[in-house]
């Protein structure tokens, strides 16, 4: 039975392919047939990825196992050397070897099978997807664009009321933005600079609100990778 993919795309060589069902798409009509389609190889795919992971982990172990099988042969010769004994049973080597060639023989053949799939998900896709489809992810993503917007600017009028409330909040302290007392100025800033080379992404840094432990110095708090001059 085929593995039932929860990612958003299956990735096999230099091709990668979307997950409809991580999506929604599916269902009924052209556009349904045309991603049922895709659903079936992707998942045809990602359970052949799958069975090949398993067969190359199989094989690694054996690879180990045959290793260390060498190894006490190799001393229980040599113990049979100097006593003089007739050398020990090697049978379980050919044993191990064999299953070796036979799980890689299983993993090459999960590779041939993962480009078949592959190959027929290309051909699929430069096969053109029906114009359903298209009409239906081009009403999805401006339905998508216009949210876009109006969650930009929503985040742009959030960022800008934490700039103002932490400006206010430096100038009632009488420090700067990195914590170093004003002396004998006053200066407020609407929205505070970066203790950074980039002046635009001072909310990238935590924020000092003055509720940190005290410093070493108390006039000077120190932050790791600032100097007086600004970043280390």
Do not use: C
């Not at 002046?199 to 990238?204: L, N, T, V």
């Amino acid at each position: 039975m085929a593995k039932k993919v929860d990612t958003p795309q299956v990735v096999h060589s230099i091709s990668s392919f979307p997950n409809p069902r991580y999506y929604g798409f599916g269902g009924k009509g052209a556009a349904g047939k045309f991603w049922n389609e895709v659903q079936r190889k992707v998942d045809e795919l990602a359970a052949i990825q799958e069975r090949g992971a398993k067969a190359g982990t199989r094989s690694q172990e054996l690879q180990q196992e045959l290793e260390f099988q060498t190894r006490k042969h190799e001393e229980a010769l040599v113990v049979a050397a100097r006593k003089g004994t007739d050398d020990p049973d090697d049978s379980f080597l050919a044993a191990t070897k064999h299953a070796i060639e036979k799980v890689e023989r299983k993993r090459r053949a999960t590779e041939r099978a993962a480009q078949e799939v592959t190959n027929e998900l290309v051909a699929l896709t430069h096969g053109g997807a029906p114009p359903e489809v298209l009409a239906e992810l081009r009403e999805k993503g401006r339905q998508h664009e216009e949210r876009y917007t109006e969650l930009v600017a929503q985040a742009m009028a959030e960022r800008n009321a934490l700039g103002e409330a932490y400006g206010l909040h430096l100038w009632a302290r009488g420090v700067d933005e990195r914590g170093y007392p004003q002396g004998e100025r006053s200066f407020f800033r609407a929205v505070p600079q970066a203790p950074a080379v980039d002046q635009s992404a001072w909310f990238e840094h935590p924020l000092n609100w003055g509720d940190e432990p005290e410093a070493s110095h108390p006039e000077a708090p120190q932050y790791e990778g600032l100097t007086s001059h600004g970043v280390s």
